[in-house]
Every structure is written in structure tokens, then in C-alpha cells.
T-cell receptor
Framework: AQKITQTQPGMFVQEKEAVTLDCTYDTSDPSYGLFWYKQPSSGEMIFLIYQGSYDQQNATEGRYSLNFQKARKSANLVISASQLGDSAMYFCANTGGFKTIFGAGTRLFVKA | SQTIHQWPATLVQPVGSPLSLECTVEGTSNPNLYWYRQAAGRGLQLLFYSVGIGQISSEVPQNLSASRPQDRQFILSSKKLLLSDSGFYLC????????????????FGAGSRLTVL
């Protein structure tokens, strides 16, 4: 069974600084994908970044990077140079087969 | 380009009344379709998913049901709503590929906020 754990209910970061959002996962699937999504206050879900379980390099997308440590089963999201518009809920997710399971989320507050 | 439509956006229903939420996808064929529910301030709970017409997989036993009468149409229903059915319902689609051969990125609709009184 798949499980995603996000242990930080809320995080504060100063504008222009970097922040790391933690995510650990557990899955019995030999092949899987790890994702991060952003949910602003409007409620829409926005895909940010993807990491495949066999990818050798950590994924990067602009200011987002995924720190993938397979042995530790962690897939932390790093946001560099935080902006006020980054304030939102962030969800880590795991896909095995056709199912995508989400963590409880971390609410990020960016301070000016 | 692909788009996903979900409606209604907001609804308030009395306990015991029926429910129908509809989701349609345009610009793609044979998508995987999903229904999630999000309680206030919480994560997303997978309710149903479908990999083809008439095929429904249920993840959580409850008084909700889903149907896929057409390739790009996904409907969430209930015959009698409970107070605990209140929440934010999100429909999503993805390409019919499994991880990691292709990123199974989910594209979400705008959501339907249901309040059961």
C-alpha cells in the first residue's frame, strides 16, 4: 500500500530565501513516481515537479527542485528564492500504477 | 489543448438529498479519470478512479458512487447525502500511462464545494 507523510503542517520563510518541504513515502511498487502539487487559496491544484523512481538525477523545474533520496524514501521539495506568490498549500504525492495518493500537505507562508 | 470542466462549482444540499457532480475532459482520448475529496484544511482522499468506459475502481467504502458513461465523462453520485459528505470535490485526469514510463501527472478541475446541512 502507498503512504505519504508530510510532517510539517506549516512553514514560514522570508521572501527571497530558500525553503525545504519534507516528504517521506512508503510503497511496495517497484516502479513509482513522486510529485509535488501546489494549491493556492483559490483551491486549484497545480502540478510543480515529478521524479521517477529510476531517475538517477534529482528533478528540477525553475525555482523548484526535488531532493530524492531513495534509500531514505524521502522526496523533499526545495523552493529557491521564495516569492510572496509561493504562499499556498503544498502536497507531496506518490503514483504507483494508476493510483495517486497525497500527503496531508504543508502550508507555506512567505513573509515580506 | 486539453481542458477539464467540473460542475457545479458550489452547492448546498440537505441531508438525505441526492447528489450529482459532473466532470468532462476535452482534447484527449481514453484518459484516466479520478475523483478526490478534500476536507477543510486536509489532504486529498482518492475516492474513485477509472481507466476506461464503464470501469470504476472504488478506494473508500461510502455512500458515494461513480460512473463513466462516456470516454471523457465522469460522474460522482449519491442517493442520500450525509453530513460527513461535505467537502471540496476535485475531478482529475491523466494520460493512460503508468509511472515511471511516463509521468502520470494529474490535471485537476476547478473543484466543487459541497455543503451538506
Amino acid at each position: 500500500a502507498q503512504k505519504i507523510t508530510q510532517t510539517q503542517p506549516g512553514m514560514f520563510v522570508q521572501e527571497k530565501e530558500a525553503v525545504t518541504l519534507d516528504c517521506t513515502y512508503d510503497t511496495s511498487d517497484p516502479s513509482y513516481g513522486l510529485f509535488w502539487y501546489k494549491q493556492p487559496s483559490s483551491g486549484e491544484m497545480i502540478f510543480l515537479i515529478y521524479q521517477g523512481s529510476y531517475d538517477q538525477q534529482n528533478a528540477t523545474e525553475g525555482r523548484y527542485s526535488l531532493n530524492f533520496q531513495k534509500a531514505r524514501k524521502s522526496a523533499n521539495l526545495v523552493i529557491s528564492a521564495s516569492q510572496l506568490g509561493d504562499s499556498a498549500m503544498y502536497f507531496c504525492a506518490n503514483t504507483g500504477g494508476f493510483k495517486t495518493i497525497f500527503g496531508a500537505g504543508t502550508r507555506l507562508f512567505v513573509k515580506a | 489543448s486539453q481542458t477539464i470542466h467540473q460542475w457545479p462549482a458550489t452547492l448546498v444540499q440537505p441531508v438525505g438529498s441526492p447528489l450529482s457532480l459532473e466532470c468532462t475532459v476535452e482534447g484527449t482520448s481514453n484518459p484516466n479519470l479520478y475523483w478526490y475529496r478534500q476536507a477543510a484544511g486536509r489532504g486529498l482522499q482518492l475516492l474513485f478512479y477509472s481507466v476506461g468506459i464503464g470501469q470504476i475502481s472504488s478506494e473508500v467504502p461510502q455512500n458515494l458512487s461513480a460512473s463513466r458513461p462516456q470516454d471523457r465523462q465522469f460522474i460522482l453520485s449519491s442517493k442520500k447525502l450525509l453530513l460527513s459528505d461535505s467537502g471540496f470535490y476535485l475531478c482529475a485526469w491523466s494520460l493512460t500511462r503508468t509511472a515511471p514510463s511516463g509521468a502520470n501527472v494529474l490535471t485537476f478541475g476547478a473543484g466543487s464545494r459541497l455543503t451538506v446541512l
